[in-house]
Nanobody, 121 residues
Framework: QVQLVESGGGLVQPGGSLRLSCLAS????????MGWYHQAPGKERELVAH???????KYADSVKGRFTISRDNAKNTVYLQMNSLKPEDTAVYYC???????????????WGQGTQVTVSS
């Protein structure tokens, strides 16, 4: 079973930037889609962005134009570049390895442990 380890979270001021990384174990990473989710206290986990094995990306409306998901298959790593951060971006961020359903929805199957992002002055 693949293991996913996130890093790069922390405390940042509004308007600042962070880059999250997620390292996957094993040799299957390049065959799967990857996604980033966030979960704020008292709220459900929400899909932020996902990227196909071929590099096609999709974003939640709340982060379009501010966040960029990318992947480096040689390094078994997916990234989330977060710019123009807002207090409402504060959450635990999780990466997930997954696939797409027949209708094109992203479906996660393995999760990382999460990394905290706090946006506050």
């Amino acid at each position: 079973q693949v293991q996913l380890v996130e890093s790069g979270g922390g405390l940042v001021q509004p308007g600042g930037s962070l880059r999250l990384s997620c390292l996957a174990s094993g040799s299957i990473f390049r065959f799967y889609a990857m996604g980033w989710y966030h979960q704020a206290p008292g709220k459900e986990r929400e899909l932020v962005a996902h990227i196909s094995s071929g590099g096609t990306t999709k974003y939640a409306d709340s982060v379009k134009g501010r966040f960029t998901i990318s992947r480096d298959n040689a390094k078994n790593t997916v990234y989330l570049q977060m710019n123009s951060l807002k207090p409402e971006d504060t959450a635990v961020y999780y990466c997930a390895l997954g696939t797409y359903t027949s209708s094109g929805s992203y479906y996660p199957s393995s999760w990382g442990q999460g990394t905290q992002v706090t946006v506050s002055s």
